[in-house]
Nanobody, 123 residues
């Protein structure tokens, strides 16, 4: 059974940094493209970043480009999201997921979602 467990969220001030982790089990991981999404209260879950299996190709949402970095450690089966220069609008619950097929920016193209970790950025 696939399990994705996010951690590292918390409360941070505007301009601060956090590093999220996603520990994977039950999937090969090293052959899986992985992604991060986020969902703010009352809003749709939105794409944040994606990284291919070997880490060579990364995609970012325009809203986080230049501030967030997605990375992975295949030996540890762990996905990361380094978030810097955080803004109040980054406040959301962050989820990791394994890419399945289709539009790389679409929620429906991903499967095996974790439970998420809450990030709150105070102004």
């Amino acid at each position: 059974q696939v399990q994705l467990v996010e951690s590292g969220g918390g409360l941070v001030q505007t301009g601060g940094s956090l590093r999220l982790s996603c520990a994977a089990s039950g999937l090969s991981f090293s052959s899986d493209t992985m992604g991060w999404f986020r969902q703010a209260p009352g809003k749709e879950r939105e794409f944040v970043a994606r990284i291919t299996s070997g880490g060579g190709i990364r995609h970012y949402a325009d809203s986080v480009k230049g501030r967030f970095i997605i990375s992975r450690d295949n030996a540890k089966k762990t996905l990361y999201l380094q978030m810097s220069r955080l803004k109040p609008e980054d406040t959301a619950r962050y989820y990791c997921a394994a890419y399945y097929s289709g539009d790389i920016y679409a929620r429906g193209s991903y499967k095996d979602w974790g439970q998420g970790t809450q990030v709150t950025v105070s102004s």
